[in-house]
T-cell receptor
Framework: GENVEQHPSTLSVQEGDSAVIKCTYS??????FPWYKQELGKGPQLIIDIRSNVGEKKDQRIAVTLNKTAKHFSLHITETQPEDSAVYFC?????????????FGKGNQVVVIP | EAGVTQSPTHLIKTRGQQATLRCSPISGHTSVYWYQQALGLGLQFLLW???????NRGNFPPRFSGRQFPNYSSELNVNALELEDSALYLC??????????FGNGTRLTVT
């Protein structure tokens, strides 16, 4: 099955700087790549996703890039704020026949230092 | 729009007992997914239900089971609880072709 890995496991950044989290996946058939943010005591919340027919997607301070050849994708957060502190999970799946089963990475703890 | 709701929020059981966890999907969503989030292991896929049927199962023993009801709500049952079953159990719902939306989970503690 699909195997997703995330690096680094913990990332500390100064408020206002950028944060980048990278993920690699193993199954070249994967075509859907979401990112989730999980705050303490809450479930994961979808923040952005990308499909394999595009290379980059942006939503305000958040962007995701996808390199299908190298099988990796990255989350970019610009102008970080304290409320960006959370655990971020990347995931991958093969969207087919309504199956949205996601394979998740182990998560990155992002700490934004005021 | 109400989100995915899970109950109970916390559950404490003794080894060997059974646990039942419940999930109500977002209105209009027909698929329910269950994930286990154990410390340091990320989210591990357990089960996928769609239109009342089990469609896919992760690499978990048969004592993990569940069902989906006609109103699309779902139950996860864990029999013969073991200490390592202690984890946060997350339910997510979706429509076909749409992203997964997660609830806040049930924290299961096995003593």
């Amino acid at each position: 099955g699909e195997n997703v890995e995330q690096h680094p496991s913990t990332l500390s950044v100064q408020e206002g700087d950028s944060a980048v989290i990278k993920c690699t996946y193993s199954d070249s058939a994967s075509n859907y790549f979401p990112w989730y943010k999980q705050e303490l005591g809450k479930g994961p919340q979808l923040i952005i996703d990308i499909r394999s027919n595009v290379g980059e997607k942006k939503d305000q301070r958040i962007a995701v890039t996808l390199n299908k050849t190298a099988k990796h994708f990255s989350l970019h957060i610009t102008e970080t704020q304290p409320e960006d502190s959370a655990v971020y999970f990347c995931a991958a799946s093969i969207e087919a026949r309504g199956n949205n089963r996601l394979a998740f990475g182990k998560g990155n703890q992002v700490v934004v230092i005021p | 729009e109400a989100g995915v709701t899970q109950s109970p929020t916390h559950l404490i059981k003794t080894r060997g007992q059974q646990a039942t966890l419940r999930c109500s999907p977002i209105s209009g969503h027909t698929s329910v997914y269950w994930y286990q989030q154990a410390l340091g292991l990320g989210l591990q896929f357990l089960l996928w239900y769609d239109e009342g049927e089990e469609r896919n199962r992760g690499n978990f023993p048969p004592r993990f089971s569940g069902r989906q009801f006609p109103n699309y709500s779902s139950e996860l049952n864990v029999n013969a609880l073991e200490l390592e079953d202690s984890a946060l159990y997350l339910c997510a719902s979706s429509r076909r072709g749409s992203p997964l939306h997660f609830g806040n989970g049930t924290r299961l503690t096995v003593t």
